[in-house]
């Protein structure tokens, strides 16, 4: 079956880094996305990853390895704005989302 | 965790025709359905925030006419496209959350597509 492994929870102080990992087991793979959301708002688009290899993006990064079946997020010079889940979403050979759980990340002062 | 059931998963219909879809919260009530449209290999794009038992809030460029959004109980919000034409060929996928939760758990997706 198709399936999203991420963390449920993860704790990091503020200014610290944080990578939240994804495995993936999926029937094909058209790309990998990461989302942000917060409490009671749509998730927001971070990250889309289709090759292998890293994707930078301001303080946040997205790494792909498809031979593997795992990517991650990291977060660097984390604030407290940061605090929400992290969805992590594969799209199959029939372009379906398949999605992970989701991370809640809590940042501490 | 929570289960949301969107249905059909496909759905190929004729230019000019409408189509529903059904987004349905099997085991929890839903008081936001959110709908979004994805183009392949793309970003999921919000299409509109639903309210239990109020009108729907569109995003900028989306429009309400056409894109019709009923979120009549707790459990059951529809999106039916109207007068459809090719370019409305898309993936649309609906998430549905409650008040006071961090998560938004998500359908399976529609793909839509128009000939």
């Known amino acids: 079956g198709q399936n999203i492994d991420q963390p449920t929870e993860m704790t990091a102080t503020e200014g610290a880094i944080v990578q939240i990992n994804c495995t993936y087991q999926?029937?094909?793979?058209?790309?990998l996305f990461w989302y942000q959301q917060h409490a009671g708002e749509a998730p927001t688009f971070l990250s889309y990853?289709?090759l292998d290899g890293l994707e930078e993006k301001g303080r946040f990064s997205s790494f792909l390895s498809r031979s593997k079946g795992y990517s991650y997020l990291l977060l660097k010079e984390l604030q407290m704005k940061d605090s929400a889940s992290y969805l992590c979403a594969v799209m199959d050979s029939n372009y379906q989302l398949i999605w992970g759980a989701g991370t809640k990340l809590i940042i501490k002062p | 965790g929570a289960v949301v059931s969107q249905h059909p998963s496909r759905v190929i219909c004729k230019s000019g025709t409408s189509v529903k879809i059904e987004c349905r919260s099997l085991d929890f009530q839903a008081t936001t359905m959110f709908w979004y449209r994805q183009f392949p290999k793309q970003s999921l794009m919000l299409m509109a925030t639903s309210n239990e038992g109020s009108k729907a809030t569109y995003e900028q460029g989306v429009e309400k006419d056409k894109f019709l959004i009923n979120h009549a109980s707790l459990t059951l919000s529809t999106l039916t496209v109207t007068s459809a034409h090719p370019e409305d060929s898309s993936f649309y996928i609906c998430?549905?959350?409650?008040?006071?939760?961090?998560?938004?758990?998500f359908g399976q997706g529609t793909r839509l597509t128009v000939v």
């Open positions: 999926t029937s094909g793979f058209n790309g």
């Open positions: 990853n289709v």
């Open positions: 998430s549905a959350t409650w008040t006071g939760i961090t998560e938004a758990f």
